[in-house]
């Protein structure tokens, strides 16, 4: 494991240097770009009868656990470093457009996403059954955190989309693991669960996530205000992300939103009332460190996987449809849910012009959804389900990330703040 980790560091840290030298494009994106073109790269020297490379990159995805990597490793502390520096005036201040789109809209795309997405495998005579539907709606709706905060450093869009994207992205991984969850134990057990214990789930889930965050931030927070160093305070908030979300995981509650809870706390009142300025400026450059690394791995191992997913071109052809059938679930989700919180009196002055489309076009879809769907039972249904998702996944990120940026700064200008301000 340690070679292996090696291995991948090494290969991380030289497509991070290349898009720093050469490509220039934002870091996340630039790094995956690197990783797919190593793949194309290997794929090339294969055809010509060298496939040396191909199997050495293909041994080191095998034997890299996907799912587990991200939901275990890279997750938890990745949505902590985001809860982090969030501010909670911020979040109250736009709180209904999130808790919209982080429940209701993440239930409306998958229902619109699996209709959908039903008549695209009858299309291509695939016999899917209506079940594993339901799950790629489930893992596909969702937008992805990790892609979506490393998008939206460089995209310039203005703090109330910020903020309302970052605050969804942050929260809707709970709902979709919550609804995820249940549709894999129907299909496992063969037979549909009554309404009592899909509640019973999700208050296990969802609430007892809440709960055990708010009790893992609290005792953290406590522990925080009783140091005045910078080291142990450091590795208090280590222990917090990578023994919280073990622990989550033991306690079957929902690691992600014990760690959003627990990174808010933390990030609010830890840093005012429990660090001094220099504990307060260790913790964060070491969490924008942390962020910063594994944020680059991660779109690595995305970019890698592409040498271990059998798919077809009528699988590309497929993604493409389904992936506009996702973005039409965004717009249907995202529009009818704005225009009503903008009837409200109290959210005027939350919801800016151009909303509605930043918001659709800047729902990235990422590593979480390859994660669910690596978390399938193996058969037939699975490999196409994560030959799908995977395209999807890659096609959103390329095309909706390098073009979210021109997008606000068309709506907005070259100063975003100020057309804000403006409005």
């Known amino acids: 494991m340690l070679d292996l980790a090696a291995a991948f560091i090494a290969l991380t840290t030289l497509f991070t240097y ?6 220039r494009l934002p870091p996340a994106i630039g790094v995956m770009i690197g990783a797919l073109l190593l793949s194309l790269l290997a794929y090339g020297l294969s055809a010509l009868g060298y496939p040396v490379l191909e199997l050495e990159i293909q041994e080191m995805i095998r034997r890299i656990d996907f799912s587990d990597v991200l939901m275990t ?23 209904w457009p999130i808790t919209f789109l982080a429940t209701g809209g993440v239930l409306i795309a998958t229902f619109v996403v699996t209709g959908l997405a039903h008549y695209t495998f009858a299309l291509f005579g695939w016999q899917v059954s209506f079940i594993y539907c339901l799950l790629f709606g489930a893992l596909i709706s969702p937008t992805d955190p990790i892609a979506v905060m490393g998008i939206l450093k460089s995209s310039g869009a203005p703090k109330p989309l910020q903020t309302t994207i970052v605050g969804e992205s942050l929260f809707n991984d709970g709902t979709a693991v919550v609804m995820f969850s249940i549709l894999l134990g129907v299909l496992m057990i063969g037979h549909t669960p009554t309404i009592g214990e899909v509640s019973l789930l999700f208050l296990k889930e969802a609430v ?7 009790l893992l931030g609290y005792v953290v927070y406590l522990l925080l205000s009783r140091v005045n160093e910078f080291q142990p305070s450091v590795m208090l908030t280590l222990a917090l992300v990578f023994g919280g979300a ?46 910063e690394i594994l944020n680059a791995l991660l779109f690595a191992l995305i970019g890698l996987e ?28 995202v529009g009818p849910g704005i225009v009503l919180i903008r009837q409200l009196k109290s959210a005027q002055l939350q919801v800016a012009p151009g909303t509605i489309r930043i918001l659709s076009w800047g729902g990235l879809r990422g590593g979480v959804s390859v994660a669910l769907a690596l978390a399938l039972p193996l058969g037939p249904e699975r490999d196409l389900l994560l030959a799908l998702t995977y395209i999807v996944v890659l096609v959103s990120i390329l095309v909706q990330g390098l073009t979210i940026g021109p997008l606000v700064r068309s709506l907005y200008g070259s100063n975003p703040v100020e057309a804000e301000e403006a409005h």
């Open 18 to 23: 290349l898009n720093y030298r050469l490509i």
């Open 73 to 95: 490793w890279f997750l938890p502390a990745l949505l902590f470093a985001g809860a982090l520096h969030v501010n909670l005036d911020d979040l109250r201040s736009y709180k």
């Open 208 to 214: 007892g996530g809440i709960i055990f965050g708010l």
């Open 246 to 291: 073990s622990l989550a995981a033991k306690l079957h509650v929902s690691a992600p939103i014990v760690m959003v809870v627990a990174g808010l706390i933390i990030g609010n009142h830890g840093r005012r009332h429990a660090m001094s300025e220099e504990t307060r400026r260790y913790v964060d450059n070491f969490w924008i460190l942390i962020d």
């Open 306 to 333: 592409l040498l271990v997913l059998p798919f077809t071109w009528p699988h590309v052809a497929a993604a493409i449809l389904l992936g506009g059938a996702v973005l039409v679930a965004r717009v249907l989700t």
